[in-house]
């Protein structure tokens, strides 16, 4: 019995013979899958690896929830990273544990960006004080 050559068009899956026989849709049992483009998808994943690591940049390792809270406040008007414990903030201002107005320190060069920060900083204590405080009121 002479064989007869199956062919096949891309994105089709060639028919069993018992597939045949019993079923004449065997073909299209399954859906059409459309070209991927290998690129474009290792850029995702190379994109989503670096978007994960700036988000993990952005937690500080072994500090209080409060340090985390004032870096997150400052993170969203200015740009801020962690250097071990301590906050820098503009790549200018450091400002260390308890992360108080008067633990903030720069470069004599920078002393705008430093009052900049100072001003920044006192805001966003005051406004987590106040958060805290009704935060606490209305759990009484």
Same mark, same amino acid.
């Given at each position: 019995?002479?064989?007869?050559?199956?062919?096949?068009?891309?994105?089709?899956?060639?028919?069993?013979?018992?597939? @045949?026989?019993?079923?004449?849709?065997?073909?299209?049992?399954?859906?059409?899958?459309?070209?991927? *483009? $290998?690129?474009? $998808? *290792?850029? %995702?994943?190379?994109?989503?690896?670096?978007?994960?690591?700036?988000?993990?940049? %952005?937690?500080?390792?072994?500090?209080? *929830?409060? @340090?985390? &809270?004032?870096?997150?406040?400052?993170?969203?008007?200015?740009?801020?990273?962690?250097?071990?414990?301590?906050?820098?903030?503009?790549? &200018?201002?450091?400002?260390?544990?308890?992360?108080?107005? &008067?633990?903030?320190?720069?470069?004599?060069?920078?002393?705008?960006? $430093?009052?900049?920060?100072?001003?920044?900083?006192?805001?966003?204590? %005051? %406004?987590?004080?106040?958060?805290?405080?009704?935060?606490?009121?209305?759990?009484?």
């Amino acid at each position: 019995m002479p064989t007869t050559p199956v062919t096949t068009t891309p994105n089709t899956i060639p028919p069993t013979p018992d597939a @045949a026989s019993n079923n004449a849709n065997a073909t299209n049992a399954f859906p059409r899958i459309g070209y991927v *483009q $290998l690129d474009k $998808l *290792q850029q %995702r994943g190379i994109q989503a690896y670096k978007d994960t690591q700036c988000q993990l940049a %952005r937690i500080g390792d072994g500090v209080t *929830q409060e @340090a985390q &809270e004032i870096f997150d406040a400052l993170s969203k008007t200015l740009p801020c990273r962690w250097a071990k414990d301590t906050i820098v903030v503009l790549d &200018e201002v450091a400002i260390t544990p308890p992360y108080n107005v &008067e633990n903030c320190r720069a470069n004599s060069n920078a002393a705008g960006s $430093l009052e900049r920060v100072k001003k920044v900083l006192e805001g966003e204590k %005051r %406004r987590l004080a106040s958060v805290r405080r009704q935060g606490s009121a209305a759990s009484v």
